[in-house]
């Protein structure tokens, strides 16, 4: 009987501690998705309701127009897109290869400099050049100006995510890699074939954090290509848009509108809508890769 009673109440405070958690979980996360709502509603509303009632996550009244602005020219919008998915793409996955290989060779025991090569790496997250001797290297010496390759190449590599990897790939023994070299293999094929596999939860995150930020990127953009490039970044097109009040006013769909009834922070919430959309209805579908990848080299470390 006393047993029973034990289980009866452990199981009782199992069930009371999974609904609070659960609780507190879906508070944090409708919490999360409230300022996403508000977004969507606001860029559905008027300008004139803005002004009158502010922002609300249910529009009071619906309009679309500041979408009709933002996709005023539609093939720009579309060439954008190209634009910043083929960087994002290449970028994420030259990225992950170079931080990887850069990780695994900082912490091997056989190489005498990574000691040396940590602390130029790690003395650059203290320090910089600044912005003036970045843009000559750039624009003078590489010549990349209205050129992809000066939006792609400054984010390939990043101080963080290399001691990032660095602490990871210490986790995993030496003796594999010695293992390894005994039966012939050389150093590349060790890495391909062993160490990769075994660091696909750092690879999981790293990549998401390099994908990001070429997603969001527009402030090299901005430096490096110019306006009369046809297709730049989604995001410094979009930037674009926001802030060039002429694009609003000489827009055809506003001809007709009168100045205070531009749909100018609607447009700002409809840009916000148009770039992170994207990433996150397609979110849904690379998290399960996220977390088998996760699970898979938890398992293998």
């Known amino acids: 009987m006393f047993k029973e009673r034990t289980a009866i109440r452990v199981d009782g405070s199992t069930v009371f501690v999974r609904v609070v958690g659960y609780g507190v979980i879906g508070f944090f996360a409708l919490a999360c998705l409230l300022p996403f709502l508000l977004v969507i509603g606001t860029s559905l509303t008027s300008e004139r309701s803005i002004a009158r009632h502010g922002f609300n996550l249910w529009p009071r009244e ?15 919008i579309i060439g954008s897109y190209y634009v910043t998915i083929g960087i994002t793409a290449v970028g994420t996955i030259a990225g992950l290869f170079i931080v990887a290989m850069t990780g695994y060779a900082l912490q091997r025991p ?4 990574r000691n040396r090569i940590s602390f ?3 003395f650059t997250t203290l320090f910089s050049g600044g912005l003036v001797p970045f843009y000559l290297l750039v624009n003078q010496y590489l010549a990349l100006k209205d ?7 400054p984010g390939l590599m990043s101080p963080f995510l290399i001691i990032m990897m660095k602490s990871f790939v210490r986790s995993i023994p030496h003796a594999i890699t010695e293992s390894a070299k005994i039966d ?6 060790i890495f391909l074939r062993l160490i990769l596999p075994m660091t696909t939860p750092a690879l999981a995150t790293i990549g998401l954090f390099i994908a990001i930020g070429y997603w969001n990127e527009w402030y090299n953009a901005m430096l490096f290509l110019s306006p009369n490039m046809k297709y730049r970044t989604l995001q410094l097109f979009l930037y674009t848009v926001v802030t060039s009040a002429d694009y609003v006013k000489n827009s055809s769909a506003a001809s007709n509108v009168p100045l205070r009834d531009l749909p100018l922070e609607s447009m700002k919430m409809a840009t916000a809508v148009v770039a992170t959309g994207p990433v996150i209805l397609l979110y849904p579908f690379v998290q399960r890769f996220f977390i088998k990848g996760i699970t898979v080299g938890a398992v293998k470390g």
């Open 62 to 76: 619906f309009s679309t127009f500041a979408y009709k602005i933002v996709f005023q020219n539609p093939d720009l």
């Open 110 to 113: 056989d190489f005498h400099y």
């Open 120 to 122: 130029f790496i790690y």
């Open 147 to 153: 050129n992809y390759l000066a939006v792609l190449l």
């Open 184 to 189: 012939g293999a050389g150093d590349f094929r």
